[in-house]
């Protein structure tokens, strides 16, 4: 049986007064656990409008009950009065102890409901980047396959946005208000700057890079932190949980994708592989595993994809194969990090 079949069954069982102590306590730990709340509402309200006339149709007549009662003077009627009235007492304490619990949910519901209409989510395609101006004047330029949800207008003490992916941000300066950009495990605050975070969500390393101002960013688990400024940059590599500070020597080629400029500094294959299946929209891959420890610098703007894994298949001794808009490089890879 399905949790929404049983929830179904047990709230049948509760609106009619036969539900035992264990069936009310699994009731509601899995109305707690159920997910769609929206599903959920609509079931249980009809549920609720089908057995609340049944019950009406079929209630007992309680005045010619409660009449026979105090007409009859013998234990047994006696104790059908007890019963009777336990009985419209428990009904009713279930009742509106229900209502109480079911209006809360529908509350819940309707909080997050309003919390999303307040609420933007932009995702970009491959192949392509979105200027997003924010309500209080910033500017955000994401990258593709970036998503980034932000509030319809900053009304709170912050201004906070989420961020999935790369996202070069120029922000408003704002004293009594600091902008927050959640990223992953990352944090990141300023009150005005201007700055560059690439952090997809399946990355092994996200970056923070700083083109002006003064950038605070906090890795999240661990609390640690670092204030960067112009031409530094933080590092976390989520596979090793390495979070590092270091200076770049112009933190302008972390933004240059803008410009359709692909800057490769240090950087893996696996890194380079990801940035042009987002560039290119063709999913790039390695073929295996020692060829994510060849690194190479370089600088491309306005190549095709094919003149680009040329370069890269030529500079680490590799091949690669493009078909049906997947890409695949192969080759023995490099033996250590080697630096090409």
Request: with cysteine; net charge positive.
């Amino acid at each position: 049986m399905s949790d929404l079949a049983r929830i179904k069954y047990l709230f049948s069982l509760y609106i009619q007064n036969k539900c035992s102590e264990g069936e009310v306590t699994e009731l509601f730990k899995l109305l707690e656990q159920y997910s769609d709340t929206n599903q959920l509402d609509t079931e249980l309200v009809g549920l609720w409008n089908i057995i609340d006339t049944e019950e009406i149709r079929n209630e007992p007549n309680w005045d010619q009950l409660y009449q026979n009662v105090i007409n009859t003077k013998t234990a047994k009627t006696g104790l059908t009065k007890v019963k009777r009235i336990k009985k419209v007492w428990y009904f009713a304490a279930a009742a509106a102890f229900f209502t109480t619990v079911f209006f809360a949910l529908l509350f819940s519901v309707y909080q997050r409901s309003a919390h999303q209409r307040n609420y933007i989510t932009y995702t970009v395609p491959f192949k392509t980047t979105k200027t997003i101006i924010l309500e209080d004047g910033s500017k955000v330029v994401l990258n593709a396959g970036t998503t980034l949800k932000y509030p319809r207008s900053f009304s709170g003490k912050t201004r906070e946005v989420s961020l999935n992916g790369e996202a070069y941000f120029q922000v408003v300066h704002r004293t009594d208000k600091p902008f927050i950009v959640h990223s992953g495990k990352l944090h990141i605050q300023v009150l005005g700057t201007s700055f560059n975070v690439n952090a997809y969500s399946k990355a092994a390393i996200l970056k923070v890079s700083v083109v002006s101002g003064k950038v605070a960013v906090k890795e999240a688990s661990t609390g640690k932190q670092f204030m960067l400024i112009v031409n530094q940059q933080a590092t976390l590599n989520d596979k090793t949980n390495s979070f590092k500070k270091s200076v770049v020597p112009d933190a302008e080629n972390a933004v240059a994708w803008q410009d359709g400029k692909l800057i490769f500094e240090d950087a893996s294959l696996d890194e380079i592989a990801t940035e042009l299946t987002l560039k290119f929209g063709i999913k790039t891959t390695l073929s295996n595993n020692s060829l994510k420890k060849c690194r190479i610098s370089a600088v491309f703007q306005n190549k095709s994809l094919p003149q680009i894994l040329a370069v890269i298949t030529k500079l680490t001794g590799s091949g690669y194969t493009l078909h049906n808009k997947n890409a695949v490089i192969f080759g023995k890879g490099c033996s250590s990090k080697q630096v090409i």
